[in-house]
C-alpha cells in the first residue's frame, strides 16, 4: 500500500488483472472482508470473463490503492441498472478524490453498457461512506434487510 496520500490527478484507473489480487485483498480486509491472495485470482478471473461486470482499480506508481466492482443489474422491476458491489479504498487515502475518480469511471462504464442509473448498497454503520455517496449525488430509497442462505456441499 501507499504511505504517501495521493490526489485523484495522479491516479490511473484500470481494469484489474490477477496480480492485482493481493492488493485487492489487503484492501477487502480493511472493511472487514478477508480472502487469501489464491482466493481473489480466482475472483478476479471469474468476473474478467463477464462482459457485463468488471473491477476498477485506482493505480498510483504502480500500487493499487482502491478498487471498485461494478456489474449491469437487470430486473423486471426497473429498467437495466448498474450496481455498485464494492468500492474499497485504502484508508491513508481516503478523503483525497480517489473514491469520486472510480466511481465517475463505473458511471462511465455503466451508461457505456446502456444503464439508466447506478443503485449501490452500504452498511448502515458506514456514515461517512453514506456521506460520501450523498455528495456524488445519490439519494437514500429505502431500508432493508439482507439475508444469505449459503450452499452446503
Not at 484489474?16 to 472482508?33: F, R, T, V, W
Not at 478477508?34 to 480466482?42: H, N, Y
Not at 475472483?43 to 457485463?52: K, P
Request: proline content about 2%.
Amino acid at each position: 500500500m501507499s504511505e504517501e496520500p495521493v490526489t485523484a490527478a495522479r491516479i490511473i484507473v484500470r481494469e484489474a488483472g490477477p496480480a492485482d489480487a493481493d492488493a485487492i485483498a489487503g484492501l477487502s480486509a480493511q472493511l472487514g472482508y478477508p480472502a487469501s491472495t489464491g482466493d481473489m485470482e480466482k475472483r478476479i478471473a471469474d468476473i474478467a470473463e463477464d462482459d457485463d461486470c468488471i473491477v476498477l482499480v485506482a493505480d498510483s506508481n504502480g500500487s493499487v490503492i482502491a478498487w471498485l466492482l461494478v456489474h449491469v443489474c437487470r430486473l423486471v422491476t426497473s429498467d437495466r441498472l448498474a450496481q455498485i458491489a464494492g468500492l474499497v479504498v485504502d484508508e491513508s487515502n481516503r478523503g483525497r478524490g480517489v473514491g469520486a475518480l472510480l466511481m465517475r469511471k463505473a458511471e462511465e462504464w455503466a451508461r457505456g453498457k446502456g444503464c439508466r442509473g447506478v443503485i449501490l448498497r452500504s452498511r448502515s454503520t458506514r456514515k461517512d461512506a453514506h456521506a460520501f455517496y450523498r455528495k456524488l449525488g445519490y439519494s437514500d430509497i429505502k431500508t432493508q434487510d439482507v439475508f444469505l442462505k449459503v450452499f452446503r456441499a
